[in-house]
């Protein structure tokens, strides 16, 4: 069995609204190994950017609470640390790109200021060796002119340039772990090509684990090596990518995956293009039993008011269904 470097264990997250408790993720269990990329996907609202945010305790509380659960890294709870241990490993051995980096650096700094900032909370280097590494920093990232972009202000550059930074910044302290939340939103492809490609040639230089959130399946498909499919806060399948790409098995994965334009339906008509109906359930609002049968083709009278369990189906592959 691969080494955990990231242990989740019956996370369980809510908030607090109009006198009601409000369940965002329900009991999620999940391991990071070292050195891959696993990929977190779903729709919007499906409680993705929740739970990664929970790995961390940013989870603003309240109306946020982490209700129960174990998050285990380097064989420490991150739930039971105090609020200073947990400072001296954000950003140091877990980083985190955040989804937006229109709003996520600091507009009245300049992108030196703000990856010195983090290299000096972290690191013994002096101010001169942390702008140095700044600048080594943005060129991994493979930012042209480095040295001009380290006194620019977040408004000078492009979105693909500033989540470059972003990157950057999350990279300079050699973090074990690396969140990554939509890291492609809001860029155009080839950005988004440049973005993944770099990603993954971190992955390989550094054995780094990442951690990708997402709703797009082309970016699952192009990076990672395992996947879980979330819905109403919960995992409803998970496995290899080859496993959901190949043979998926929960309705909803099914639709996903449906929903997908090909060469066919660009080539032929996009009226055949399939969508799944109704959307994701508000959290006053998740239904009895699978919370997908209001929207499953294939539910079941069972599927109504049982919930099932998330069950292996082979070694690699699990899911939460009634029809297997």
């Keep these: 069995m691969p080494t955990p470097e990231l242990l989740v264990k019956n996370l369980k997250v809510s908030f607090a609204a109009l006198k009601k408790e409000l369940i965002a993720v329900r009991g999620i269990s999940y391991q990071l190994n070292q050195g891959e990329i696993l990929a977190l996907v779903g729709e919007s609202g499906c409680g993705k950017t929740v739970s990664a945010l929970s790995i961390l305790r940013l989870i603003q509380e309240p109306p946020g609470k982490i209700v129960s659960g174990e998050i285990f890294f380097a064989g420490k709870d991150l739930l039971k640390l105090k609020k200073k241990e947990l400072q001296d490993l954000r950003g140091k051995d877990i980083a985190m790109i955040f989804q937006d980096p229109m709003t996520s650096l600091n ?73 990554a939340d939509e890291p492609t939103t809001a860029l155009d492809v080839l950005i988004q090509a440049q973005i993944l490609s770099l990603l993954k040639k971190i992955k390989n230089d550094t054995q780094m684990s990442i951690l990708l959130i997402t709703h797009d399946l ?3 498909a192009e990076v990672a090596e395992r996947a879980m499919v979330m819905y109403a806060g919960e995992i409803v399948e998970s496995g290899s990518v080859n496993d959901l790409f190949r043979s998926p098995l929960h309705p909803y994965t099914m639709g996903l995956m449906e929903s997908i334009p090909t060469l066919e339906t660009t080539q032929q008509k996009l009226s055949k293009l399939k969508e799944i109906s109704g959307t994701v359930p508000s959290l006053s609002q998740v239904p009895f039993g699978c919370p997908f049968h209001p929207r499953c083709s294939e539910a079941e009278t069972r599927c109504k008011t049982d919930k099932p369990k998330l069950k292996k189906i082979s070694q690699t592959h699990s899911v939460s269904c009634w029809l297997h």
């Design 107 to 179: 507009p009245v700094l300049t992108i030196g200021e703000q990856i010195i900032e983090t290299l000096l909370r972290h690191t013994s280097l002096s101010r001169k060796k942390a702008r140095e590494k700044s600048f080594r920093l943005l060129e991994q990232v493979e930012i042209p002119s480095p040295k001009q972009k380290l006194d620019q202000y977040p408004h000078q550059l492009s979105g693909g340039m500033r989540q470059r930074v972003m990157i950057a910044m999350a990279l300079s302290c050699s973090p074990r772990i690396l969140i």
């Design 218 to 220: 082309g970016v699952v």
